[in-house]
Structure formats: structure tokens, C-alpha cells
């Protein structure tokens, strides 16, 4: 896919990789080959555009690795109907797949920085799962990678697009997620410009197919296809606690908020945390003028 206009602070080449047959995944590869690997996972309904302003402050020394996720972004879009020619599984399990064959088509094989946004946290701890020792920094923004808090529950538009046609006809006909999180997932409004540039990819019934499964994959019980896999990154989450971290959070979040923030507090108690109060979903939006610097310092005290 392409995008006529204007991404305001996104002058990269994004680049293309057959992930599967016939489905090619875009992604950034910035900064220099041999310079310590920051990988970062976007989630549900952004794109790699939210992690510009980070890959901006780090790609001079860094080599940043920032996939669009299958159906999201500037990657390709396919349907998942039974016989969808290419067809595409929009699953938990599909999308930690995704970025097991990115990285190993990259030659990613040693220690990599783990940043992760949203959904970004169930894919890149999920990946853990079996590639947990190549993990050796942790950024986490906003984020979950275990089980739905007891404290909390599901916000009740989440459970509109999750269980009822009503909700996935509001996320595909309208673009309903991807418009109102623009809004209410900051605290400082976005400049037009950036907003567009956010909802740009999700412009068609058909192209906002992985904004509406990202949501009908939320796990919340048994049955459910991801929820084995939140469960086990869930009791592995406590062993990246040797690890360097760094917590980044916006207390504003509707979804991911303080219980969230708590379970990772609770795992990784030696973490950095930068939690603020007037920060919503979109923390670098809200807040990169400070983490982007932070982080940056974050990864120079702890060298790979």
C-alpha cells in the first residue's frame, strides 16, 4: 500500500518482505547494520508511524527494526476468508509468526531491545516465549502481556467491537477505532496532519479488516485463541527481571492504565518507570519529547 499524503516526521524507505505466500510485510530497517538491534511492535490501530519519533532520536546509532504488522500500516491487507487467495489467519499466534520470520530474514540472531506499544506487548513477549534470551532490554509503553486484571474490566466499547456485529460494523464501515483512539488516546490533540496520517492506511471496508480482529482476538477466558499464549507470557514475564527495563507510561490510557502498569511494576521491580498523569494511550505523542531523550539514555547506561 501507499499513501498520497503527507506523513509529517516519517522520512524513512519502508521496506518489503514476503512473510508468507504472496503477503508481503513493510517495515523500517533504520540505522547502522551493526549497531545494537531496538526492535519495536506497534499495536492495534496504529502502525510503525508511532514509533517515528523514537526511531528518529536512536537511528544515528542504533539499527531499528519496526515491522507493520499484516493488515496494518504500509503492509499488504488480505482477507481471511476461507478461500482467500492470498488468505491471512489475523491471530496472536499469526503475528508473533510474523516477526519470528522477519527478524530471522534479517539475520537478527543475536541480542536485541525489545520496545513495545499496545498489542506490541502480546506479540514481542510472546516471541519471547521461544526467544526470550536474545531479549536483553526491555522498553514498554502502554502495554499488557498477561491476562486481563482481575480489577479490570474490559471497557465496554471493546467488548462492542470484540462480540457484536454492531461493533465490527461500526470499526469497518466507519472507521470507528482507529478515529476515536486518534482523539482520546492523547491528552494533547494531534495536529490534523498527524491524525490523518495515523488513520491513513485504514481507509476502506476491506483495509481496516486487522483493526476490527485485532479487537475480536482480545483474550479473555478459555476458548478464546490467545488466551494460552497471554497465560504463559504471563508466568514468564517475572524471569526478564535481570533485566535492564524501561517503563513509559500514560496514566490517561482507558485501557491499559494503572492495573496494567502495576502487573509490570509487580514483574520487574527493578524497572525505570516514567509514569505520568497527563498522558493518554499515545505516550510518545503525548510525551516523546521526554522519553525519546530518556530512552535514548536508558539504552546508553545499559549497553548490550
Known sequence: MTIELPLPDYPFAPQRLQVRPDVWMSYLDEGPEEGEVVVMLHGNPSWSYYWRRLVLGLRDRYRCIVPDHIGMGLSDKPDDAADAKPGYRYTLQSRIDDVETLLQQLGVSGPVTLAVHDWGGGIGFGWGLKHSAQIRRLVVLNTGAFPLPTAKPLPKSLRLGRDSSVGTGLIRGLNAFAAVTARVGVEQPMPDDVRRAYLA????????????????????????????????????????????????????????????????????????????????????????????????????THPL
Open 201 to 300: 492506511p485504514y481507509d476502506t471496508w476491506a483495509n481496516r479488516i486487522a483493526t476490527s480482529r485485532f479487537v475480536q482476538d482480545i483474550p479473555l477466558g478459555e476458548g478464546d485463541a490467545a488466551w494460552p499464549l497471554v497465560q504463559a507470557m504471563g508466568r514468564k514475564l517475572p524471569e526478564y527481571a535481570d533485566r535492564p527495563a524501561f517503563i513509559g507510561w500514560g496514566l490517561r490510557d482507558f485501557v491499559f492504565d494503572k492495573h496494567f502498569l502495576k502487573g509490570f511494576t509487580d514483574a520487574l521491580p527493578q524497572a525505570q518507570v516514567h509514569a505520568f498523569e497527563d498522558a493518554g494511550h499515545y505516550v510518545l505523542e503525548d510525551k516523546g519529547d521526554v522519553l525519546v531523550p530518556e530512552i535514548r539514555k536508558f539504552l546508553g
